[in-house]
């Protein structure tokens, strides 16, 4: 069975109910959720041995925390506690012409307090395939950023594959370093990059021709991609795949979604969805992740690949919460044409 550690922050969600806005809000629903940790439930989902490392304090709430992980199959031992608090985010979601909205609370969190150092990394990554992290994670604080790079730099010594997602988030940035400062050092070291045309604008400079996320109407061009996809290999020559994340927005609940890998010679390009009743798109790139892993792992042909990881997300937009709860079954079932919504009996 393939092992594949993930790391980064896990956050408790607090979720307005249905389409309530904030101001309307008297409740909320509270789960658990961050990038890397949902990349790893994917990933246990379909069987691998899937392990998370973050830091969390030691209280009831990262208990209860670690004590979902632990019930859905992800190995939980590498954690190490210390600090004060989870981060937490606030969801908002939108409907039609209004966009969902995210506020975080997660400043002065254990892992943005995290330190090169505190996690014994040729421990947690021995019998490792894959190493997992995002653009989330260096956006934190300088700490959790240096942290992750000496995951990286033992993972590279190993011969432990490691792949991000870019996953640029504006509002994090805020300890005086630029995503274009710090991401490029952390990228060197990937064998395979996931991201979108944000991802890699903001990031790296690069982006794709004539292209306007925002005036897609759902459309997009899958093809349009495989120049961001070469630019960049080219600035890092390490990495031999990239995928790119195709969202075609209609409106808060109707997007089209599918995906394209690339290996420096073929650009592979996935099945288009149409997801016209979206019921919670939070997480959807990281369900994309944790099936393009586990496509990676086991069909060995990146057609199958790219696939599975399109139908995978495409069905965690039908899934509240932030985890892709899903089986192998029901994405290799939507693979092969299904999706008819009809009772399994």
């Known amino acids: ?14 979720a307005t109910p249905g389409y309530l806005r904030f101001s309307q809000a008297r409740a ?6 961050g990038g890397e940790a949902n990349v790893a439930v994917s990933l246990a989902n379909y069987g691998i041995d899937a392990h998370f490392v973050t830091r969390l304090p030691k209280n009831d709430v990262a208990d209860m925390c670690v004590a979902e992980l632990r019930g859905l199959g992800v190995g939980t031992d590498s954690i190490v506690y210390g600090g004060e608090r989870m981060g937490i985010y606030f969801l908002e979601t939108g409907a039609v012409a209004r966009g969902s909205k995210v506020i975080y609370d997660r400043a002065h969190s254990a892992i943005s307090e995290i330190r090169p150092g505190m996690v014994d990394w040729h421990k947690v990554l021995e019998g490792a395939d894959w190493f997992h992290w995002t653009g989330i994670t260096p956006a934190l604080s300088q700490g959790a950023a240096d942290a992750c790079l000496e995951a990286i730099r033992v993972a590279n010594e190993m011969g432990v594959k490691v792949s991000c997602d870019l996953n640029y988030r504006k509002k994090l940035w805020r300890y005086g370093k630029t995503a274009a400062e710090v991401m490029p ?6 064998d395979l990059i996931l991201g979108n045309e944000e991802d890699a604008e903001k990031e790296f400079g690069i982006k794709p021709e004539g292209f306007d996320a925002e005036k897609t109407g ?8 495989e120049s961001v ?8 020559p390490r990495c031999r795949k990239v995928a790119v994340t195709l969202r075609g927005s209609v409106n808060a609940n109707h997007n089209t979604w599918g995906g394209v890998l690339y290996d420096g010679r073929t650009l ?9 009743h979206i019921v919670d798109r ?7 992740m944790g099936g393009l892993l586990y496509g990676l792992l086991t069909y060995g042909k990146d057609q199958q690949a790219i696939e599975f990881a399109a139908a995978a997300s495409c069905l965690k937009h039908t899934i509240p919460g932030d985890y ?11 693979m092969a044409g299904g999706g008819s919504g009809r009772v399994s009996r």
């Open 1 to 14: 069975m393939a092992k594949v550690v993930t790391f980064g922050e896990v956050m408790l969600r607090l």
């Open 28 to 33: 909320f629903e509270a789960t658990f959720g």
């Open 185 to 190: 050092a952390l990228v060197e070291g990937c």
């Open 218 to 225: 759902g459309e997009i061009d899958q093809s349009r991609f």
């Open 229 to 236: 996809c070469r630019q960049l290999m080219a600035r890092f």
């Open 268 to 276: 592979w390009q996935s099945r288009r969805y149409d997801i016209t």
């Open 282 to 288: 939070v997480g959807g790139g990281d369900s994309f």
């Open 324 to 334: 892709n709860r899903v089986t192998v079954a029901e994405v290799e079932a939507l």
